[in-house]
């Protein structure tokens, strides 16, 4: 929702266009932004009333152009920094700070947000660190840190009471009732979304109160009342017709159309769907058509209509492209990679399937790397407000001993005195011992956290290569029907064989979380599960010749890790063969010398160079990763023309 602040210019700007009128027959009319910069280079106004001026700008550029906004707000600090005025700086900090918000770029809103933060507690602006922690609460919810956000959020409202802020508490109510809603406790969402709307009504902000219509529209949603979701949501369309908020309305048309399909009625939630659609294109509202385009597929495809579900989905699809949101790229792809297959396409299935699998990857890596940044710089901030406390407290205790020292020239007063600061020593030594104990306690937490992402990753990982191992067989499968002939028996087999690989698709991901949940396996369990995988590999590429040999002395146990390891490296590089090198021949060779594990793969391709490969091929990279966790050495043998050979030694302890 787009929620505008107009605020009046100041009256100096109404007696600058009054003195020009009476100089002159001839009146020049400012626009609203030549009249800000003609206040900003006037000499004769004040630095002080110059960042007022600049103040009541920013708040009417919030979410209606953030370009204006980042201009003004960055001259507003420059003005407050060279007159160092404290409370100019705190309130630049948080536009700046709402500006990389709405550019998502969220670790430098943070420390944007901490500056503001600081200042204003400094300051004792209570209006301002409520709205400021509001704003560290929303950065803390799109991170996913469900709990922190809800702790945020308790402490910003807890200020805004104070100072009996009506829209700051409905603003910051909302969002505890939209935190409750993403973590399913539907009751305390429908609460704090009814709290939200006692402020707005009281503040009458028709902009904020509409768009609590639509959040308590979502929140009967989910404890299943439909009449009182109809209710809402027409309240809020109506609301939003008065006001002409176009922004809104393609918001709310779109919640009523979806409303309507999950209860069947097509018709109804088409004709809200072409509503959003009208609106959000006439405005250029890119993200929000992402969603329109997207929906309006998925009722077609529910209604069996799938050329306009196609049709639709590939609108999805490249808005999505052009605003290059990576979120909206992988839905608008999952959704068409589904309406392809069942429209008989497979093949375009399957590429839109990869293609939302590699942005689904995408995803979970740019949020790791947000989250790990965005807890560093909430860490490094409580190290810091921990080494001022420290600091304090080393001032105290030097102040203490100069006492102490004078102490001795009154005998009675000073046992009296000496034993005072005692007790009030051992208070502070046991304070900040609870601060240490809390602050290790969030370490370990931190810890815990980094291992549970460490392990998604892998699981990831496994789940990636263990399926897309199966759909390269039968990508090649695919090929080698094309060529043969359509009529012959051979046709059939391989359609039959395409029909053994889904199946071996599912049995795939299945050993996988065997493997995963398991916390050891034999090497002979390996043996059969490789012997397994070269057979299908066989069978998808008739023209390529495999021959193996095992030498196995020991069936001795694996760690379940080190096992799926050495299959994922051997999967990797027979999948590479198999798509890349050409090869007429491949030959596996793997054997047990005491407590060492040598695996050689070699090929009769046309081999590649390797220095060029070996930083741009994912591959290669996931190989020698693999190679690392299991303490292994890679030798790699190839270079054009000459074939490719793997020697891979790894412990099997």
Known sequence: MIILFILPF?????????????KSTTTKIFSKDELADHQLKSKTIQDTAKINILRKICREYIDVDNGKLQKYATSMLQISE?????????????????????????????????????????????????????????????????????????????????????????????????????????????????????????????????????????????????????????????????????????????NAG??????????????????????????????????????????????GNLNKAITFGEKALAVSKN??????????????????KLSGNLGKAIELQQQYTNY??????????????????????????????????????????????????????????????VFRNLGIKSRLKQKQLALENDLLQEQNISKAHQQRLEISRDLHDSIGSQLTLMSSTLDSL??????????????????????????????TLWILNTDEVFLEDLHLKILNFINNASGAKEDIKFTYQFNIKENVKLDSKVAANIFRILQEIINNALKHSGAELIDIEMNQNLNNLNLIISDDGKGFDFQNEKNSSFGLSNIQKRTDELSGTLNLETSAGQGTRYNIVTPLK
């Not at 097509?266 to 405005?283: D, G, L, N, P, V």
């Not at 605003?323 to 392809?340: C, Q, T």
């Open 82 to 254: 060279k007159i160092n005025d404290q409370s100019g700086k705190a309130d630049a900090y948080n536009f700046l700070g709402v500006v990389e918000d709405i550019n998502t770029h969220y670790i430098k809103a943070l420390e944007f947000y901490e500056k503001s933060l600081q200042l204003a507690k400094a300051a004792k602006k209570t209006k301002l660190i409520a709205s400021v922690s509001n704003n560290i609460g929303l950065l803390e919810w799109k991170s996913g840190n469900y709990k922190e956000a809800l702790s945020t959020f308790f402490s910003a409202l807890k200020s805004a009471e104070s100072i009996g802020s009506d829209r700051i508490q409905g603003n910051i109510s909302s969002n505890i009732g939209l935190v409750y809603q993403d973590i399913n406790r539907s009751h305390e969402a429908l609460m704090w979304q009814k709290k939200a709307l006692t402020f707005r009504m009281k503040d009458k902000n028709d902009y904020n109160l509409a768009s609590n219509y639509n959040n308590l529209a979502n929140a009967y949603s989910l404890v299943n009342k439909p009449d009182s979701v109809f209710f809402y949501q027409d309240k809020a369309i109506d609301l939003q017709k008065e006001i002409e908020d176009s922004y809104g309305l393609g918001i709310s048309y779109l």
């Open 258 to 303: 979806i409303e309507h399909k999950n209860i069947k009625n097509y018709s109804k939630a088409f004709w809200y769907y072409e509503k959003s659609k009208s609106i959000r294109e006439e405005i250029e509202d890119s993200l929000g058509l992402s969603f329109t385009y997207l929906n309006m597929a998925e009722a077609y495809k529910l209604t």
């Open 10 to 22: 100041s009256l100096l700007s109404a007696q600058t266009l009054q003195n020009n009128k009476m």
């Open 360 to 421: 689904q990857d995408k995803i979970f890596n740019d949020e790791m790397i947000d989250k790990v940044a965005f807890l560093n710089i909430r860490y490094e901030t409580e190290k810091k407000e921990k080494e001022l406390g420290l600091a304090k407290l080393k001032v105290s205790k030097e102040v203490l001993v100069s006492k102490q020292k004078n102490i001795w020239l009154i005998v009675l007063a000073g046992l009296f005195i000496v034993a005072l600061l």
């Open 482 to 511: 094309k060529k043969s002939d359509k009529n012959s028996g051979k046709s059939e087999e391989k359609i039959s064989s395409l029909s053994t690989f889904v199946d071996l698709s599912i049995s795939e991901l299945r050993n």
């Open 323 to 340: 605003i290059k949101s990576n979120d909206r790229i992988a839905e608008s792809s999952k959704s068409l990679a589904d309406s392809y």
